[in-house]
């Protein structure tokens, strides 16, 4: 089966799509220049790609990136309904960038979390992107969270998170004086970066290597189309 686009429409595998005044190499940065966005429309105008993401945040930016970087021979389109990218959730939220401490040691979110942080922070020295490996303490205030803290700490080692110690009030009051409790765990790997300035990044790097970004582009409507017959060229 095969996914048809009609007008402001887009979908992931082999699409057709209604997409305004065609694409020009314009739509792609040339070197060393700031990179454009493509605008959407309702002329029609048609395209054909070999996927198509949904949605410019930083999942599929990042989805897109990973995907045309590993296979640079496939058309790739991004669309976003808004005129700029990485506008929602991917620009407002804390910005943490996590250690992977709380998640159940060999489960994929443990994994991931803490892989990822490696890589974001290599992504970011890379780039350019200033971030803050400012750490973090995981505090115990009552005597009873005191095993819980040390459970916790186990499960932070079995993860492989970098860094962390347990300390005492002394140490605590030394790196946060207006920070009280009896234990904590000092984790130093935890940072903080704007995750819309790394998105953009992911764009750039996704327009580069080729990829097509289209914004102000709404999908609103998907359709399946009836398979190709044998030897036909769509």
């Known amino acids: 089966m095969v996914l048809v686009l009609r007008y402001l429409s887009g979908a992931c595998g082999r699409v057709r799509g209604g997409l305004s005044g065609g694409f020009a190499a314009a739509c792609r940065p040339a070197p060393g220049r700031p990179w454009p966005l493509c605008q959407g429309g309702r002329r029609a105008s048609t395209r054909s790609f070999d996927v198509v993401i949904i949605g410019g945040g930083i999942v599929g930016l990042a989805s897109a990136r990973a995907l045309i970087l590993r296979h640079p021979a496939l058309s790739i389109g991004v669309l976003e309904k808004e005129k700029d990218l990485a506008v929602h959730q991917t620009g407002h939220n804390s910005g943490v960038i996590h250690s992977g401490i709380y998640y159940k040691p060999e489960s994929l979110k443990a994994k991931l979390c803490v892989q990822g942080a490696a890589l974001i922070y290599e992504y970011c020295n890379q780039k350019g992107i200033s971030y803050k490996q400012c750490g973090k303490l995981i505090v115990a205030v009552e005597q009873e969270e005191i095993p819980r803290l040390q459970a916790l700490y186990e499960r932070g080692l079995q993860n492989g998170v970098q860094g962390l110690r347990l ?3 002394e140490d605590i009051k030394k790196k ?4 009280r409790g009896l234990m904590a765990i000092d984790c ?9 300035q790394v998105a953009l990044s992911f764009a750039q790097d996704f327009q580069e290597a080729g990829g097509i970004v289209m914004t102000s582009f709404e999908v609103k409507d998907i359709e399946m189309a009836k398979e190709s017959p044998s030897g036909s060229k769509d």
């Open 167 to 169: 300390i005492q009030q």
């Open 176 to 179: 946060e004086p207006y920070c």
């Open 188 to 196: 130093p790997y935890t940072g903080i970066v704007d995750y819309r």
